[in-house]
């Protein structure tokens, strides 16, 4: 794979020829709503630091900081509009105790996505994520509703986060069987302490023209060497936490495993004279499905160390250690095929060179 070394280096996302950065800004962290965001002044400098360096993609979501991330992007990209571009998210709910306000339905897609161009003043979404399977609405009306999107001219291309690789796999072939606007783009967390998803997502979007967009490259900022030990809790609240650690241990980052591996980052970090978040981001870059890692800076200091990433190039020995340290057991049918004994029942001996 190219070495890529700055922001200005574009990469095609996915299937469709839309060019984007190597990193893509997060802006979860816009807005202090859920109590450690970055304030308008600091979301401004971080903007600014991005697009300056010819960053131009732009990620948020609806619900981000109760709306306020959507309405402070909507602000930054003021006489910027055209060159970014800019991502967004429906599915999560935005009014409690209203059963329509979330899920995947196209009542709460179509309102989510006024709400969105309200939020951003714009009229249109150039990439509009699906957030999450709700395991409630049929495919068939998840592809349709976002394809009325599409043709209205509201949404341009589409992505999915957050999904099963088999149910991702059905609706891309709906689409493409009733010409129906695919997916170009899938968004999923995957970080050394994340590879779970190399098992059957990322071959997936390989093999169905889905572009990567990792979300926590910094398993939580667990890479980063700010968690200890005597951070390990077992919180795990429904509520959104006030505090980012208890944020972190929620979703369940934060454990001695990822710890473990977290140690390992500090090595090469150390080795390299560069930070451990550079690392941790530089190893997500190397695997060829990842188009675009999603950053998410909270101070204008980490937005510049995530930029140092692109830098990055390890040796065999340094790049052989970060995986052995993450490595993940195989799994099902992968497991099973993969033992000398099957190799050789299927194969009966001979060598056989695969050509995809």
Not at 226 to 235: A, P, Q, V
Not at 261 to 267: K, M, N, Q, S
Request: hydrophobic residues 40%; glycine residues 8%; neutral net charge.
């Amino acid at each position: 794979m190219t070495t890529v070394n700055a922001l200005d280096q574009y990469r095609l996302l996915g299937r469709s020829g839309l060019r984007v950065s190597p990193l893509s800004l997060g802006t979860m962290t816009f807005g202090s709503d859920w109590g450690w965001g970055a304030d308008d002044a600091q979301a401004q400098r971080i903007f600014d630091a991005y697009v300056e360096r010819g960053g131009n993609f732009i990620d948020t979501s609806v619900n981000y900081t109760n709306g306020t991330s959507e309405k402070i992007l909507g602000g930054l990209i003021k006489g910027k509009r055209e060159r970014v571009v800019l991502a967004t998210k429906f599915t999560m709910a935005r009014d409690k105790g209203n059963p329509n306000s979330g899920g995947n339905h196209r009542f709460n897609m179509v309102n989510s996505v006024e709400t969105s161009l309200r939020q951003l003043d714009t009229d249109r979404i150039d990439l509009l994520y699906l957030h999450a399977w709700d395991f409630t609405t049929s495919p068939e009306e998840v592809m349709r509703s976002l394809d009325d999107l599409v043709r209205s001219g509201k949404v341009l291309y589409l992505g999915i986060c957050n999904t099963s690789a088999w149910r991702i796999a059905q609706m891309q072939t709906l689409a493409d069987l009733r010409a129906w606007s695919p997916f170009v783009a899938l968004q999923i967390e995957y970080s050394l302490v994340e590879r779970t998803v190399e098992h059957e997502l990322i071959p997936m979007a390989q093999a169905l023209g889905l572009g990567v967009l990792p979300w926590s490259p910094l398993g939580g900022g667990i890479l980063s060497g700010k968690y200890s030990r005597t951070d390990l809790t077992h919180e795990n609240a429904a509520d959104i936490s006030p505090t980012r650690k208890g944020v972190i241990a929620s979703s369940g980052h934060l454990t001695e495993r990822a710890l473990e591996i977290a140690d390992v980052v500090l090595e090469i970090a150390a080795e390299i004279g560069v930070t451990p978040s550079r690392v941790a981001l530089a190893w997500v870059l190397r695997n060829p499905a990842v188009v675009s890692p999603i950053m998410g800076a909270r101070t204008l200091a980490q937005a510049e160390d995530n930029f140092g990433a692109l830098d990055i190039v390890f040796t065999d020995e340094q790049y052989n250690r970060l995986n052995q340290a993450s490595a993940i057991a195989p799994i099902f049918p992968d497991r099973f095929i993969g033992r000398p004994m099957v190799q050789q029942l299927i194969f009966g001996g001979s060598t056989v060179k695969s050509g995809r």
